[in-house]
Nanobody, 125 residues
């Protein structure tokens, strides 16, 4: 199983930016997709973005398209989520996820078998 550790969360004003990082370690095999989910207080965990092993294929939920960018550096076993034009409704705990296989398997929680501990992102109005 892959171990994931997120970093980069914090408090930012609306309109600001943050970059989250997700470092992977452990039984890393060639070819695993990575994703970002978020969980706001009192709400279910929801899909934010995902990226294939090659980085060629990326997916976003509609509410973050044009504002968030997912990327990865396989040499560093790290995925990134660049978040721009942040809004108060982006406030949540953000989780990194991974699944063995080069392609993004889906956009649901059950599609991913490894999870990080989460990092808090708070956007003030």
């Amino acid at each position: 199983q892959v171990q994931l550790v997120e970093s980069g969360g914090g408090l930012v004003q609306a309109g600001g930016s943050l970059r989250l990082s997700c470092a992977a370690s452990g039984r890393i095999s060639r070819g695993y997709a990575m994703a970002w989910f978020r969980e706001a207080l009192g709400k279910e965990r929801e899909f934010v973005a995902a990226i294939s092993w090659s980085g060629i294929s990326t997916y976003y939920t509609d509410s973050v398209k044009g504002r968030f960018t997912v990327s990865r550096d396989n040499a560093k076993n790290t995925s990134y989520l660049q978040m721009n034009s942040l809004k108060p409704e982006d406030t949540a705990v953000y989780y990194c996820a991974a699944n063995r296989g080069p392609s993004v398997p889906g956009t649901f929680v059950h599609n991913f078998d490894s999870w990080g501990q989460g990092t808090q992102v708070t956007v003030s109005s």
